[in-house]
């Protein structure tokens, strides 16, 4: 069974940092792209950041790049993310997600708020 699980989502003030966690079981993780996705209240769930199976490649979208950063430990089947200068508009669920065997799987999600 595939099981993702998110951690580390926080309230921060702005300009503060957050890490995420995200942890994989149930299939052979090191072969897959691996993705951080928010979705905050009334909007839609945008693709945030992503990372190749080697973690050589990353894309980010426009409105976090230079800010946050996507890794990965395939030893340890996880994924991080490393949220820097956070803004209120980072408010959010960020969520991880993989396509594996012809199937989407999402974390619970983990809920980052940015706020004074």
């Known amino acids: 069974q595939v099981q993702l699980v998110e951690s580390g989502g926080d309230w921060v003030q702005p300009g503060g940092s957050l890490r995420l966690t995200c942890t994989f079981s149930?299939?052979?993780?090191?072969?897959?792209?691996i993705s951080w996705y928010r979705q905050a209240p009334g909007k839609e769930r945008e693709l945030v950041a992503s990372?190749?199976?080697?973690?050589?490649?990353?894309n980010y979208a426009d409105s976090v790049k230079g800010r946050f950063t996507i890794s990965r430990d395939n030893a340890k089947n996880t994924v991080f993310f490393e949220m820097n200068s956070l803004k209120p508009e980072d408010t959010a669920k960020y969520y991880c997600?993989?396509?594996?065997?012809?199937?989407?799987?999402w974390g619970q999600g983990t809920q980052v708020t940015v706020s004074s």
């Open positions: 997600h993989v396509f594996a065997g012809g199937h989407d799987y």
């Open positions: 990372i190749s199976s080697s973690g050589t490649f990353k």
């Open positions: 149930g299939f052979p993780f090191s072969n897959d792209i």
